[in-house]
């Protein structure tokens, strides 16, 4: 039997279009091995092209059941990790996040890098991804909460996901005796699944039991196997999101140790200014609310309060009559206005006017505060101003 041989042309053409093609398998691989486990960049990793993934994976994967040798990576100096790891978010954020495997990993990594990058704009650009990513699973209705006072211990998690993991073996293919393994009572997959959602898993807990759910996803698990699975996903997915976004919004150090990179520290300003613009996609006016009872101009940073006043644009502020609450009370109208006249920073306070025409329904009227005068005196922010009479007033 002969076999064709195809035309140098023709080799050249695949070879083109497999270098045009970008494949989240080799994203996916370089963010890993660009990252300790404990989020620290590496000098040295295995990051591959998307070209050499795709011979990697699929040509030479495919041979091997011939015989051949699967291609290794060597590992290589890495001159700039920053440049590269933000060359690999543009890639992970470019895939389809509709697809569950790609949104799996697009919240994974976004989630891990939003709290344990050590750069700056690494942690930015991950938390407005996460914030973009997380809009497409639904009507979120809890705000976010911080991590329990009792989470889950790493022995924990580890034990839980290896029950979801023994627990989809044995339902893909049963063993032949019933007896559990080291004598513990047998458990369905879906108790598994059960247990893993039960426990506080603190974020790098959640991404990894996501990305096994993921797996599990894409196996041989089908019908009423892959329930608990999808249900388990979902928790998960949102967990990763909840933990990394709230986090983000103080921006404070993930542990006592003392993270190093070329932007070293925590606290950043425009890490926190992603993290409300991020929020307030996500979950809304009730978030909104929150945050702006929360602000306070003089202590926050610019960039936060002006990501605060262009989620006032977008979203409004919910209808109130004219004129102000009562004293005490809280009054987001006013502090919108006070930040438009007060606040020393000038990109802020035209954020503010912004948030201000969105408020009152009168637009972009003006950038001018004076503009705003009439307005404020109806609203009962400013008082009118003394005018003394006039010589001709004056009764002699």
Known sequence: MKFATPSVGWSLLASALLCACQFVGATDNNLRELHTEDGLHRRTAKV??????????????????LGAKTQTFDAQSIKDPLSTCMAALEELAGYDSRDPWERA????????????DPWALSRERAVLELGRVAQLLGPWTDLPQPLGAEPASTEQSVAAIQSVLRAAGQAVQPPASAAAPEGAAPRTLADACAALAALELPLEASYRALRVCALLQRSRLSGKDLEPVLALRVQLE???????????????????GERLGSDPGWNKAVVQAAAVTSCVR?????????????????????ERVAALMEGVTRLGLAPQALPAPAEGAFDARKLVWQISVDHPDGA??????????RVTGRGRVSLRSEDWLDWAREAGYVRAAYVPPSDEEIDP
């Open 48 to 65: 591959v092209s998307h070209y050499s993934y795709a011979t990697s994976v699929a040509i030479t994967g495919a041979l091997s059941r």
């Open 105 to 116: 990993l697009q919240i994974e990594h976004f989630s891990r890098l939003a709290r344990f």
């Open 238 to 256: 949102r967990r990763c999101v909840s933990l990394a976004l709230f986090g983000a919004l103080a921006d404070a150090p993930p542990d006592a």
């Open 282 to 302: 996500v979950w809304g006016a009730p978030m909104l609310e929150k945050l702006l009872r929360e602000c306070d101009p003089r202590r926050d940073a610019p």
């Open 348 to 357: 802020v306070r035209i954020a503010a006017l912004d948030a201000l025409g």
